[in-house]
């Protein structure tokens, strides 16, 4: 192998695709009778600062209050909150099982 082909092996990977991880999805412990019923529409207007819902997995969390302690800071949820689906951008941050668990805090219902 060349030098050059050793560093870009390097700093490219070995040239192989980085392997999505198996997402693990939220699944509340809370009885799904008792869970609300939300129209994705309703959320339109919960993204700022006064009101902001997230959307992860089919379940909606409310998450205004935690807007100023979330680690990455509040902008992150802002940008997918209200009528559309953080799922995505939830799981690709990878965040830790406690931060999963805390989630059902936050929870109001899920999308009808």
Same mark, same amino acid.
Do not use: W
């Given at each position: &192998?060349?030098?050059?082909?050793?560093? $870009?092996?390097?700093? $490219?990977?070995? #040239?192989?695709?980085?392997?999505?991880?198996? +997402? %693990?999805?939220?699944?509340?412990?809370?009885?799904?009778?008792? @869970?609300? *019923?939300?129209?994705?529409?309703?959320?339109?207007? +919960?993204?700022?600062?006064?009101?902001?819902?997230?959307? *992860?997995? #089919?379940?909606?969390?409310?998450? $205004? %209050? !935690?807007?100023?302690?979330?680690? #990455? #800071?509040?902008? @992150?949820?802002?940008?997918?909150?209200?009528?559309?689906?953080?799922?995505?951008? !939830?799981?690709?941050?990878?965040?830790?099982?406690?931060? @999963?668990?805390? &989630?059902?805090?936050?929870?109001?219902? +899920?999308?009808?």
């Amino acid at each position: &192998m060349s030098f050059f082909s050793s560093i $870009t092996s390097y700093f $490219t990977g070995g #040239g192989e695709e980085p392997q999505k991880k198996e +997402r %693990k999805k939220i699944i509340p412990l809370i009885d799904a009778d008792k @869970i609300n *019923i939300v129209a994705l529409d309703d959320l339109k207007s +919960r993204n700022n600062n006064e009101s902001c819902y997230i959307c *992860i997995d #089919g379940y909606i969390y409310d998450v $205004t %209050k !935690f807007l100023n302690e979330h680690p #990455g #800071g509040e902008d @992150i949820l802002l940008d997918v909150s209200g009528a559309q689906d953080a799922s995505e951008a !939830f799981h690709d941050s990878g965040h830790s099982d406690e931060a @999963i668990k805390q &989630m059902e805090a936050y929870l109001v219902g +899920r999308i009808q």
